[in-house]
């Protein structure tokens, strides 16, 4: 796909001439080319009937194109209907019998990450968290208990709750020291600037294409460090996982030397379609740039709500915070309510209503939240009333 400028780029997205687009966290917006892909989807299965060939090489194009996004090569990379399989996939191919038994999670976990690792409890995993101080997981906090009987760390790089940015370089730089594995969650930033996953450190790492990958649900990838991919045989598999899945084989169990193993049943081809779409679209205007158009307009969100005092959840600090920021409500679901039929399309978690930033987002759509933010001010949690609620408890 040829490059284009952010205009071009904000054009791609039918929805962004009808509403202000802010959910990027929960969805990202669909766009012509995304639309166009699954499409053709569907004309090569009226046109051909069952192009199977045609289609698993679309999955490999795919894991290719995503691996060159993070800067892995496509051995490393399995392509998975969700993150959940994935975190399953490696979860299920780990031991929990010796000193090394623990998994230490922060609590900023997506619920799916620390339900596979409860999950793991009767297999002899013992789940340890680690506190958020002040909404902040800074990682001294991690070195408090991270030691020689940790065997992952699994970390969300972004909160989808309150908008905090952990620092995993550092973070995967601990675990090396201690010999565990770090596994990245990178579901809320990935798509929304240049990620290296080698310089970064990390030995795991999963996302998906829902978010700011722009494309459709049903896609998601597994990044697994090549060293460690032979070393890890999963027990959740299937024909998919295997070095041939067309040798039909019902006597063995051989294992694809590559991160396919932890692959199992029929890749979902039409959303492999959207997927490839989107990632072409996110690099024809660059990470580079959408990164800073996200981080003008997180800056402007922030800066516009300590004016007006309105509490802020996510971290201050620039290096601290992704593409989502989080102001808290005193009624969260009816602010959504409110900003939808002003045109304006948001989330919500607990109490705090969440505004996400991409790369087709303006300063115009900034001044349309803050404009309809300042209209709905008394559903807004303001510093100053919190201070003389806390005076007066
Ligand atoms: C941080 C994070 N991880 C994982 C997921 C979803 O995982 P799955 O693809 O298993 O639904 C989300 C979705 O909201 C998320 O925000």
Redesign the pocket.
Known sequence: MASLTPPEFRARFPILARRTYVNSCSQGALSMDVDAAMRRFLDSWNAEGSSWEAWVGEVERLRATFATLIGADADEVAVLP???VGINAIASSMAFDGLRRRVVMGKFE?P??AQVWLAQRPRGAEVTWVDAVNGMLPTESYARTVDERTLIVPA?HVC?RNGHKTDIAALAALCRHHGAYLFL?D??CTGTGPIDVRALGVDLMVT?T?KYLLGPSGV?FLYVRRELVERLVPTMTGWFGRVNPFAFSIDRLDWSPSARRFESGTPMIPNVYGAQAGIELLDAVGLKTIERTVAELTAGLIAWASNAGVTVATPTDPTRRGPLVVLRSVDAPALVSRLAARGIIASCRDDGVRISFHGYNTQEDLDSVTAALEAESRMLRRAKVNQEQEARS
Do not use: E, K, R
Request: no cysteine; aromatic share 22%; glycine share 8%.
């Open positions: 969700s993150a959940s997506f799916t990450m969300t989808f969650d579901y809320q998906g829902v998601a």
